[in-house]
């Protein structure tokens, strides 16, 4: 076989251009998220020292949308009570403090168990099913929860809520102050390490599997998958989230109503996801941040119509999806460029 080459093609070679080798794309350090968010934190602390209250309710509200964004946008599961976990988080840290000990970072691991266990007890019943069943199953759960902690009013209060435990200093060095500095700082401190945990889950071969499951459960099945296994486990890491916010909220505040046991706080978080766009992560707590400081603002200037400034940015967001905005944002910033 000749391969000699013409004078044609040997100048046609040397004139074609040599194409440059591409180079992988690089992915952002898994640190960064995290880093930024601490910073950001941080900076919001010392502008706003007279709203500490405030912003920690903005960093324990985000650790429980971040937490539901696990269920929601990583798995796929729709679910209206995701109070429930929140709620018994907070309430075993407040008992724990009332009647055991009331270091805080015990307080913190209670909840987290409190909460991990619940989800563990219920996933195994309510993730045998899916859709709008899974979904008023959830609700159910949530209101059973709420019943029995309104008849052990010997250990919750009942409706008056669990109240008279003061939490002790952090570390044993830190007392928690009324202008709140030791609280805001604990809170944020606990939300970047939790962030940077679920951000490690997600991006593993764990949270990826959950994903694909997300996407096409029968495909992963088919793959060998054990999917029940892989959103039993999930979920469980998503209740010790939700106890974990119950737990700061219980500290922060030193008092648990049963309000954080309400069908209102999963369907304001579930609102808070939706602002913010599942999925991401980082949405979660974009959509908490801007709730709250909404429900904050909207309700100090009218407190009888704020839910009307929600549900217009509730529509908006419903017509122009948070990742089709991000992408026209990205792509007006590409043509200024």
Not at 102 to 124: C, E, K, N, R, Y
Not at 225 to 241: D, I, K, M, N, S
Not at 283 to 291: E, N, R, S, Y
Request: glycine share 12%; net charge positive; with cysteine.
């Amino acid at each position: 076989m000749n391969t000699t080459m013409t004078p044609v093609q040997a100048a046609a070679a040397v004139a074609m251009p040599v194409q440059p080798a591409q180079a992988a794309p690089r992915c952002a350090p898994p640190w960064r998220a995290p880093l930024l968010l601490l910073v950001a934190g941080l900076a919001a602390c010392a502008a706003f020292p007279d709203q500490l209250g405030l912003i920690t309710r903005i960093f324990i509200t985000g650790l429980f949308v971040l937490s539901l964004d696990l269920v929601v946008g990583v798995a796929g599961l729709a679910t209206l009570g995701h109070a429930a976990l929140f709620g018994l988080g907070a309430y075993a840290a407040g008992i724990f403090a009332l009647h055991a000990h009331a270091d805080p970072l015990l307080g913190l691991g209670v909840g987290i168990v409190a909460g991990a266990l619940t989800a563990l007890v219920s996933g195994a019943f309510l993730l045998r099913y899916q859709g709008f069943t899974f979904l008023m199953l959830t609700v159910a759960v949530s209101q059973i929860v709420l019943s029995l902690v309104q008849k052990a009013r010997d250990w919750t209060g009942g409706d008056d809520g669990l109240s008279g435990f003061a939490m002790a200093p952090l570390l044993g060095r830190f007392a928690f102050d009324l202008e709140g500095k030791v609280a805001a700082v604990y809170s944020l401190v606990v939300l970047v390490l939790l962030f940077y945990g679920a951000q490690r889950i997600v991006q593993s071969p764990f949270g990826l599997a959950v994903r694909g499951i997300h996407e096409n459960r029968a495909r992963m099945a088919a793959l060998g998958t054990p999917v029940f296994r892989r959103l039993w486990l999930l979920y469980t890491v998503a209740g010790a989230l939700a106890g974990a916010a119950g737990a700061l909220s219980a500290q922060t505040n030193a008092v648990v109503g049963t309000d954080s046991l309400s069908f209102a706080l999963s369907a304001e978080a579930l609102v808070m996801l939706i602002l913010g766009g599942a999925g991401q992560l980082i949405g979660a707590l974009v959509g908490a941040t801007v709730f709250t400081l909404l429900h904050h603002t909207a309700a100090s200037i009218n407190p009888y119509h704020w839910l009307f400034v929600v549900g217009g940015l509730l529509m908006l967001v419903v017509l122009v999806p948070p990742a089709k905005a991000w992408a026209w944002l990205r792509q007006r910033a590409g043509g200024v460029r």
